[in-house]
């Protein structure tokens, strides 16, 4: 390989670790919100306990499950 050759080949690695680190940056922050959210749902059906008894707490269940 020329000189020329390996630098575009360093660029384009160096691209795809900075996009990987990137992405996992933004993976933590978007589970975050979405387990954010989540709970806040589940607090709501948490609320609805004395109106809907069991289900109310079935559905508070199922929605703390869906966070990773």
Request: proline residues 0%.
């Amino acid at each position: 390989m020329t000189e020329l050759q390996l630098n575009v080949w360093e660029r384009a690695l160096g691209w795809r670790k900075r996009q990987m680190i990137k992405g996992q940056i933004t993976n933590e922050v978007t589970q975050k919100i979405r387990n954010d959210a989540l709970e806040e749902v589940a607090r709501k059906f948490d609320a609805m306990r004395i109106a809907f008894g069991d289900t109310a707490d079935s559905f508070a269940r199922y929605v703390r499950e869906m966070k990773s």
